[in-house]
């Protein structure tokens, strides 16, 4: 189901969709956000549940009260696809950036606050198993993300996202994936409390490549900023604004470019010619429609409008 309006009906199907999909969830619209987008589609892997999210709402709550049985079954394996949320539960807060890959005890209530347009991709483990390989762990944290384990995890997950899948509601691989999905999570929920953005003793080379690929995959991001990317570096805004300035550049410059690119690429394409080009251009984090317009003309001399006319003809 996709719903791309501010309309109060299109966002309340959106909140039943979310339910029957997730189980007891209730969400709120960002009133920063004109235009409201929420897509959810659930499949059942031979008995593997996976749930596929777009939106940019406000907040996503998760209900725990004592009639709400049926969750207390499951934790959540949640890959961050695209975009910037923090997820809250038990006192303790995790932001997840593109790639980042977290779990959540659903027994429990929790809170995702999403930082402008999300996508990710959310799989239903058994909680009892989770916790009989986490023994004493705790059933909520991020992943590490650059372990032989949670690599492992994204390679599953992007077999679970292929498109080849879609449809296929039973098929004896499904507890296969399951199993070795619940192996990977204790060693890469261990690592991931001790993982972070080692960057004091790169070279401002190596930390230029490694803001460049945040900014790559943050560019969906609304609030992406010179600020986001040097706090998950652990290093200083200055720092980060002179190694682009040593190349002749800024970080704010590369970001505008980078997200202009990225639009003129979709404008381009005749696939998207259903797809309105402000909502192409709030895809890639442009807030305001006629902000876009004069940046883009300023970029490449001609309207959004006469550029995806003059290569679609």
Avoid at 50 to 70: C, D, M, P, W, Y
Avoid at 138 to 164: H, K, P, Q, V
Avoid at 293 to 302: A, D, L, N, V
Wanted: proline share 2%; aromatic share 8%.
């Amino acid at each position: 189901m996709l719903a791309a309006s501010s309309g109060s009906q299109v966002f309340l199907d959106w909140k039943a969709q979310l339910r029957s999909v997730c189980g007891n969830f209730d969400t709120t619209q960002d009133p920063r956000h004109s235009l409201f987008i929420g897509n959810i589609h659930g499949q059942d892997l031979g008995g593997l549940e996976v749930a596929k999210v777009r939106t940019n709402a406000g907040q996503i709550t998760h209900l725990r009260s004592r009639f709400s049985g049926e969750n207390d079954m499951h934790c959540f394996l949640v890959f961050q696809k695209s975009g910037r949320q923090h997820i809250h539960q038990a006192n303790k807060s995790i932001e997840l950036m593109p790639g980042d890959l977290a779990l959540i005890d659903a027994a429990a209530s929790f809170q995702i606050e999403p930082h402008g347009l999300i996508e990710n991709t959310s799989i239903h483990l058994s909680r009892d198993v989770v916790r009989q390989h986490l023994r004493e762990g705790e059933l909520f944290g991020r992943l590490a993300r650059n372990s032989a384990a949670g690599r492992l995890i994204r390679t599953l997950i992007n077999f679970i996202n292929d498109s080849e899948l879609k449809g296929r509601s039973e098929w004896g691989e499904g507890a296969a994936l399951q199993s070795a999905l619940l192996a990977l999570v204790a060693p890469a929920i261990a690592q991931g409390a001790q993982e972070e953005w080692s960057s004091t003793s790169l070279e401002e080379g190596d930390i230029r490549t490694l803001a460049v690929q945040l900014i790559e995959e943050s560019l969906q991001e609304s609030e992406l900023s010179p600020a986001t990317i040097a706090e998950k570096m652990h290093i200083s805004v200055r720092r980060l604004y002179r190694i682009f300035e040593e190349q002749g550049d800024s970080v704010c410059r590369f970001i505008l470019r980078r997200r202009l690119e990225r639009v003129a690429h979709d404008l381009s394409n005749p696939r998207l010619l259903g797809v309105s080009i402000t909502q192409i251009a709030f895809k890639w984090g442009f807030v305001e429609a006629a902000h876009f317009s004069r940046t883009f003309k300023r970029q490449y001399e001609i309207s959004p409008r006469d550029y995806r006319s003059g290569v679609c003809e």
